[in-house]
């Protein structure tokens, strides 16, 4: 095995494995807000990881400079939690409860300062 070898399959392990802690995350966690969690985070990075590898592979490996890679790197790391955290503000908002043994709720406080705010 050579080194750009190592270097791509590393980044690919480490993509997979992320990935796969995200779809246990999904589906061990206890609340829907876990499960969001685990899914924008541990998700993008499993596939910004794999994206890498594959970019390293053509770059390193054959030559080629795919610059839609990069791109879609960077979309992954924009999108994916922003969509991660619209998809917890909207649970939040259409009442889907805290797991019982949650200890804190940072929106109830921002709630309440905002509906005095309307009345």
């Known amino acids: 095995m050579t080194v750009i070898e190592i270097i791509v399959s590393f980044f690919v392990m480490i993509g997979a494995l992320f990935s796969l802690l995200a779809g246990?995350?999904?589906i061990r966690l206890q609340d829907v807000y876990s499960r969001i969690?685990?899914?924008a985070k541990s998700a993008t990075l499993g596939v910004m990881s794999v994206?890498?590898?594959t970019f390293l592979y053509f770059l390193l490996g054959q030559g080629e400079y795919v610059g839609k890679i990069l791109l879609t790197i960077l979309f992954v790391f924009i999108t994916a939690p922003v969509a991660g955290?619209?998809?917890g503000r909207s649970a939040y908002n259409a009442?889907?409860?805290l797991w019982e043994k949650s200890v804190q709720d940072d929106l109830r406080n921002?709630?309440?300062k905002q509906e005095k705010r309307e009345a």
């Open 37 to 39: 969690h685990a899914a």
């Open 51 to 53: 994206m890498l590898g």
């Open 95 to 97: 009442g889907v409860p």
């Open 110 to 112: 921002a709630h309440d």
């Open 24 to 26: 246990l995350g999904i």
């Open 85 to 87: 955290l619209m998809m």
